[in-house]
């Protein structure tokens, strides 16, 4: 019989700390030896009450910001906001392909010592060199802070569970009692935006006319942003697509949706039973431009041998059916509101679309080995109740 391989303490440690909470941060330098930066989340205060406040960063010895950090003898700390996950990801090297230099992906100041902040970071620390040390694989830089940079606005960029998440401001319970009742109820939902209005509102009503109280926790967003958050233990269960999915998540098909065409009233395709991709061709398509359904409906033309002329693009599901029904061009959806009408009031037409094009799958993801709380398994089951009784 096979036995078990032994995970190694530095497997596991590395597991654990996987849990901990920390904020992004791009740690820059620059002087007479050049500059150059990093994104690290092991960064510290040490002390408030020391000549000058310090703090430490922890950079691999073999970035090109460690060995620069040492010869310049400072540095800046960007403590980034949680809307700046691209200049995270630059500066992890995430995005070499697109960007010869990394400081190309936003703006940047000077401080005083030289080194570079963000423009707009939630707050960046100017720092000198105060001391460092060399422990296994990382440089420990400790800086003297003389002088910041502090946001009038925003919240921290937060990594944890190997995924980026926001923080959000939670209450401290009364009492003990109330703490606990208060966890019972918790429901914490991510829900991709332009479906998430016509499934997540039933069901919560389903659930209190069952005698289920709740206090929810909700997270509407893309395709990424949904499933960062169950990755990041920010949401128990998301409601997205199946489609480029982490085999971290595990999911239950809710409902497959055939593609279909949106057309304002009088329009002369609208007197068709059904539409071609060829019937579209060289008309102006508006896009519904958000990640995985921007590539899923252009793709459904392109496999058919039309390239959609995009004339409007916008990543909200009314901003694109008000489009179509003021006739400045089609669309292709797979949500389908109750009503025809739009925010404006005009009436907009539906007709089959006959592709040979795949379903759109609403799943519900949960994450593998998670232990679901009771609100959260009570809500899977009236979802797959739902969903089984009406198919």
Request: proline share 5%.
């Amino acid at each position: 019989m096979n036995q078990p391989t032994p995970v190694s303490l530095r497997d596991r440690f590395i597991q654990g700390m996987s849990h901990a909470a920390s904020t992004v941060n791009v740690v820059t330098t620059d002087g007479a030896h050049g500059r150059a930066g990093v994104t690290v989340s092991a960064m510290s205060s040490v002390s408030a009450d020391s000549a000058r406040p310090t703090l430490l960063v922890c950079v691999h010895h073999q970035s090109p910001a460690a060995s620069l950090i040492l010869a310049n003898g400072v540095f800046c700390v960007n403590m980034l906001k949680d809307d700046q996950t691209y200049i995270a990801d630059t500066f992890a090297g995430r995005f070499r392909d697109q960007i010869a230099d990394k400081f190309d992906c936003t703006e940047w100041r000077a401080m005083a010592s030289g080194a570079l902040r963000v423009v707009d970071p939630l707050v960046a620390f100017d720092c000198r060199v105060l001391s460092s040390d060399r422990v296994g694989t990382h440089y420990v830089f400790f800086g003297e802070v003389d002088d910041l940079f502090l946001s009038a606005r925003g919240s921290p960029l937060i990594y944890a569970n190997r995924s980026y998440g926001a923080a959000s401001r939670i209450d401290s319970a009364v009492t003990i009692a109330a703490g606990k009742d208060a966890a019972k109820r918790r429901l914490s939902v991510g829900c991709f935006h332009t479906f998430g209005p016509f499934i997540l509102p039933e069901m919560l009503q389903r659930m209190m006319r069952g005698g289920t109280p709740l206090d929810l926790d909700l997270i509407e967003g893309d395709q990424r942003r949904v499933q960062e958050s169950l990755l990041a233990g920010e949401t128990e269960i998301g409601l997205l697509y199946d489609l480029d999915l982490s085999d971290d998540l595990k999911t239950v098909v809710l409902q497959e949706l055939q593609p279909y065409v949106l057309l304002a009233q009088g329009d002369p395709l609208a007197g068709h039973g059904e539409i071609r991709p060829a019937d579209l061709a060289g008309r102006p398509m508006v896009l519904l431009n958000t990640p995985p359904s921007r590539d899923y409906f252009r793709n459904i033309m392109i496999d058919a041998g039309v390239t959609p002329d995009v004339a409007y693009k916008t990543a909200s599901l009314e901003m694109v059916r008000g489009m179509v029904g003021q006739g400045l061009g089609y669309a292709l959806l797979a949500t389908r509101p109750a009503s025809d009408l739009t925010y404006d009031g005009k009436r907009t037409i539906t007709r089959p679309l006959v592709a040979d094009a795949p379903p759109s799958r609403i799943v519900l993801a949960v994450r593998k080995g998670a232990t679901l709380s009771p609100a959260a398994e009570q809500f899977l089951w009236f979802c797959r109740e739902h969903f089984i009784l009406d198919a």
